[in-house]
């Protein structure tokens, strides 16, 4: 898709520029602090849209693929994947020892909690067309069937599996994007309707946490126990 790749490389270019221009590190090894002339308004993966959300969220959020800053893409939380023959189905098993970063597990039913998210209508998410494929989205999202018969399942704590209703070719490289970031149901009702506006109420996956949220900028810090730390990479 000339469109979709055309878009990827314009938000790759911003977030390198961004990388260089608006990150510096603190005294306290580990700590980064963001200065981003964007707004960032949330850090819900399955609710952000601008490219400085989106930038921070590929730092702090590990969803199944990641793309690196060369723009190819890799395993993230996916230790290993299987496709059907009909290309209607994607089985995915997760690497073991995922955590977030309040040090409870992550598993593959925080996977199906994101995307049912995406397709309830009070979420507005901007993915929801970009996994329009999944069995059921349409008419989950219209309110005409239970979230709980959208075609995303979980088989055991480490087995994710898709049932897309016709194929997607891209469907790979849409898992890279923050919107199929996992999302801990527990810790996303605590927060009350303020999941991602606070670093209290963010939950992360990914190489750093955000630790502190201010009017100067947001602070990260590596998540050192993480099984996925890596540097940062500001890429979309």
Same mark, same amino acid.
């Given at each position: 898709?000339?469109?979709? $790749?055309?878009?990827?490389? *314009?938000?790759?270019?911003?977030?390198?520029?961004?990388?260089?221009?608006?990150?510096?590190?603190?005294?306290?090894?580990g700590?980064?602090?963001?200065?981003?002339?964007?707004?960032?308004?949330?850090?819900?993966?399955?609710?952000?849209s601008?490219?400085?959300?989106?930038?921070?969220?590929?730092?702090?959020?590990?969803?199944?693929?990641?793309? $690196?800053?060369?723009?190819? $893409?890799?395993?993230?939380c996916?230790?290993?994947?299987?496709?059907?023959?009909?290309?209607?189905?994607?089985?995915?098993?997760?690497?073991?020892?995922?955590?977030?970063?309040?040090?409870?597990?992550?598993?593959?039913?925080?996977?199906?909690?994101?995307?049912?998210?995406?397709?309830?209508?009070?979420?507005?998410?901007?993915?929801?067309?970009?996994?329009?494929?999944?069995?059921?989205?349409?008419?989950?999202?219209?309110?005409?069937a239970?979230?709980?018969?959208?075609?995303?399942?979980a088989?055991?704590?480490?087995?994710?599996?898709?049932?897309?209703?016709?194929?997607?070719?891209?469907?790979?490289?849409?898992?890279?994007?923050p919107?199929?970031?996992?999302?801990?149901?527990?810790?996303?009702?605590?927060?009350?309707?303020?999941?991602?506006?606070?670093a209290?109420?963010?939950?992360?996956?990914?190489?750093?946490? *955000?630790?502190?949220?201010?009017?100067?900028?947001?602070?990260?810090?590596?998540?050192?126990?993480?099984?996925?730390?890596?540097?940062?990479?500001?890429?979309?």
């Open positions: 898709n000339r469109i979709l $790749l055309r878009g990827v490389a *314009l938000a790759l270019a911003l977030c390198m520029v961004l990388s260089f221009a608006a990150c510096g590190k603190s005294k306290a090894s700590n980064i602090r963001v200065d981003l002339s964007g707004r960032v308004n949330t850090l819900d993966p399955q609710f952000c601008t490219v400085p959300e989106r930038c921070l969220l590929k730092n702090c959020m590990e969803g199944l693929w990641r793309q $690196l800053p060369d723009g190819t $893409l890799t395993e993230g996916a230790e290993s994947y299987t496709v059907s023959e009909n290309g209607l189905q994607y089985t995915f098993i997760l690497r073991e020892g995922l955590t977030w970063s309040d040090g409870e597990a992550l598993t593959a039913s925080d996977f199906v909690f994101a995307f049912r998210r995406i397709f309830r209508a009070d979420t507005a998410s901007p993915y929801a067309v970009e996994f329009s494929a999944i069995q059921n989205s349409a008419a989950v999202l219209a309110g005409l239970d979230e709980s018969s959208l075609g995303v399942s088989n055991g704590p480490l087995t994710l599996v898709f049932r897309l209703s016709e194929r997607d070719d891209n469907f790979l490289a849409k898992l890279a994007m919107g199929a970031a996992p999302c801990d149901e527990a810790f996303f009702e605590s927060t009350r309707g303020t999941y991602g506006l606070t209290k109420t963010t939950l992360a996956s990914g190489s750093f946490y *955000l630790y502190n949220w201010t009017a100067n900028g947001l602070f990260l810090r590596r998540t050192v126990e993480s099984p996925l730390v890596g540097s940062l990479r500001l890429v979309q």
